[in-house]
């Protein structure tokens, strides 16, 4: 089965350019389901099953890590979908973790980003963007032509390995190249692998101390001035 992860920053066209690309598959005879994940609020899997009648799934995050969500529930997801007989799995993360990547490898990893967010965007996302196979910028329609070319040309300063498609993704331009990239795409293969390393360590905040102060905790740690250093066993 074919594995799709599009990730992105919020409000930055995901579900549009993913019922764009599914509307096309289907209407080829393609078998789709679907998975959303999201922190704390989604009604993407419902709006993909009432249109599209396709098996859909729905994951809140709540207090994990959307992208670490993502990885612990991937492999049920897929099993899933091989019960529904799909032959492509979607999967929309809210992607909110700069350092982190939801992209597995074998997989297609998507992120979109929206052109009016602000021309240094490319370079603030980190492994969401490098990490990925394509890059899709939406809303192409709502900047200047100029604005177009210095977006496109930060987003290939930070990842020069990824493809750049410019799309109007709510009228469908430019949604083919994404769907013959789909078509050509292998299957996912086992062991399946999170593409690209973790952040460097689980800390001490991320499993729920709240003080305020580096004395207050150990792990991975930095001050105000300094870099980071490791505290503890």
């Known amino acids: 089965m074919k594995?799709?992860?599009?990730?992105?920053?919020?409000?930055?066209?995901?579900?549009?350019?993913?019922?764009?690309?599914?509307?096309?598959l289907i209407g080829r005879?393609?078998?789709?389901a679907y998975l959303k994940i999201d922190?704390?609020?989604a009604d993407e899997d419902e709006i993909f099953k009432k249109e599209f009648g396709i098996p859909t799934k729905k994951v809140y995050s709540g207090d994990l890590?959307?992208?670490?969500c993502n990885v612990v529930v991937l492999g049920d997801a897929i099993k899933?979908?091989?019960e529904e007989r799909a032959d492509t799995l979607f999967v929309e993360t809210a992607g909110l973790c700069l350092r982190c990547s939801p992209y597995i490898e074998s997989?297609?990893?998507?992120?979109?980003?929206e052109a009016t967010s602000g021309m240094n965007l490319p370079r603030k996302i980190g492994p969401m963007l490098t990490l990925a196979d394509?890059?899709?910028?939406?809303?192409?329609?709502l900047i200047s032509q100029a604005e177009r070319e210095v977006f496109r040309a930060n987003v290939n300063e930070a990842a020069p390995k990824v493809v750049v498609i410019e799309t109007?993704?709510?009228?469908?331009?430019?949604?083919?190249h994404i769907v013959r990239r789909i078509e050509n795409m292998q299957e996912a293969k086992e062991p399946l692998l999170l593409r690209g390393n973790p952040p460097v360590g689980t800390c001490t905040i991320c499993v729920g101390k709240k003080e305020i102060g580096k004395e207050a905790h150990f792990g991975v740690l930095r001050t105000l001035e300094s870099d980071i250093f490791y505290r503890g066993e």
């Open 134 to 141: 394509i890059a899709v910028v939406t809303k192409i329609d």
């Open 29 to 32: 005879g393609y078998r789709v």
């Open 107 to 113: 997989s297609l990893g998507i992120v979109t980003l």
């Open 80 to 82: 899933f979908a091989e």
């Open 168 to 176: 109007d993704a709510l009228h469908g331009i430019n949604i083919e």
């Open 39 to 41: 922190v704390q609020y």
């Open 3 to 24: 594995v799709v992860i599009c990730a992105g920053p919020p409000t930055s066209g995901k579900t549009t350019v993913l019922k764009q690309v599914i509307k096309k």
């Open 65 to 68: 890590c959307p992208d670490h």
